[in-house]
């Protein structure tokens, strides 16, 4: 049995309403499972997230990949007290997708300390690998911003 790495288990409704009226609302991207130690969420493949040769937009990916690793790090933190901020993001585009949704997953490298480290891998609909990615997000007090 994997230990829950989450300091507030993360619900799909919950998790969903912070997509509303921002990126992840326009780019069609749902939060469809949140296990132990991993999130999954997906996104469609159509005119919001392709580029003008009609492939998904390897940026389409990127926001994906930080979507889930910037939610992710919400729930491992107190988010009373603190918030994630986006420090680097690679992706490594791997096939290409032309229709159908993919679905990103989301796991911890690193949850201690300040940094947390991300490995977000996303398939395409035959479940195979299109893009790897790896997101560290910086941990700062929310009184920061707020």
Not at 6 to 33: M, R, V
Not at 94 to 119: E, F, M, Q, R, Y
């Amino acid at each position: 049995m994997t230990t829950s790495i989450w300091y507030t288990k993360p619900e799909l409704q919950a998790i969903n309403a912070l997509g509303k009226n921002n990126l992840g609302q326009n780019l069609g991207i749902e939060f469809t499972e949140a296990g132990p130690d991993f999130l999954v969420a997906t996104m469609p493949v159509d005119h919001r997230t392709k580029q003008p040769f009609g492939l998904l937009h390897g940026g389409a990916n990127v926001a994906l990949a930080e979507t889930l690793g910037s939610v992710a790090s919400l729930f491992v933190v107190n988010q009373e007290l603190f918030i994630g901020v986006g420090v680097e993001i690679n992706a490594n585009h791997i096939k290409a997708v032309l229709s159908g949704k993919v679905k990103g997953i989301c796991t911890p490298l690193n949850i201690s300390g300040k940094n947390h480290v991300w490995d977000i891998k996303i398939y395409n609909d035959a479940d195979e690998l299109s893009c790897v990615s790896r997101f560290t997000c910086t941990i700062v007090p929310k009184s920061k911003f707020f």
